[in-house]
């Protein structure tokens, strides 16, 4: 009986011996670091600066621009303003001017009327 028990034995050694080395292949190794980690690291960060100064550079312009529109926007109002005043002006000058003129026509036509021999009221026809 020895042998056959031994042969299972061996065999349960084996089987067992099997699952060990299938466990083995799962467990973790221990990691090695990798040369170009630092290499990799600062290219990253070489890459992100790149990136953060990129950005910062067409904000800048962007704000730039802004500013340089704001003004141009600012001038224009300017001259327009300016071309608003100058129309009020010319536009109070030409109205005083046909005010004047009507005025001087409407005198004229007094002048003409009294010029004309026509009757004018004396002083005593008030006093009657």
Not at 6 to 21: H, N, S, V
Not at 102 to 116: F, P
């Amino acid at each position: 009986m020895t042998a056959p028990n031994a042969g299972l034995a061996d065999r349960l050694k084996a089987a067992q011996e099997a699952k060990k080395a299938l466990l083995t292949k799962f467990k973790p190794k221990t990691a090695a670091p990798d040369p170009n980690f630092q290499s990799r690291q600062a290219r990253k960060a070489a890459e992100l600066e790149a990136v953060r100064q990129q950005r910062a550079a067409a904000k800048e312009a962007a704000r730039l621009a802004q500013l340089e529109a704001e003004e141009a926007n600012k001038l224009s109002q300017a001259e327009l303003e300016q071309l608003e005043i100058e129309l009020k002006r010319s536009e109070r000058k030409q109205r005083k001017a046909e005010q004047k003129a009507q005025a001087r026509a409407k005198r004229d036509a007094n002048r003409a009327v009294r010029g004309s021999g026509a009757p004018m009221r004396e002083q005593d026809d008030w006093a009657a």
